[in-house]
């Protein structure tokens, strides 16, 4: 079975002020992004926005194909 990449999303979960939770959502992110590019572009959303970054997720979706 082959596999192929269709995409990530990155999901950032946010904390204002009074510790409640903001989610952003990016999709189409490159294929697999490093922890260290993840922890800077956390950081760059915690800059524009005056947010404490709590946690993060990826979903990566592939394709599936049965060679014969």
């Not at 946010?14 to 990016?26: P, V």
Request: charged share 25%; proline share 1%; hydrophobic share 40%.
């Amino acid at each position: 079975m082959n596999t192929t990449w269709n995409k990530t999303n990155l999901t950032l979960i946010m904390l204002d002020a009074e510790g409640k939770k903001i989610r952003f959502s990016y999709s189409n992110i490159v294929e697999k992004p490093s922890d260290d590019q993840i922890t800077k572009f956390a950081a760059v959303i915690e800059k524009l926005t005056n947010l404490s970054f709590s946690t993060a997720s990826l979903t990566t979706t592939d394709d599936k194909i049965q060679v014969a």
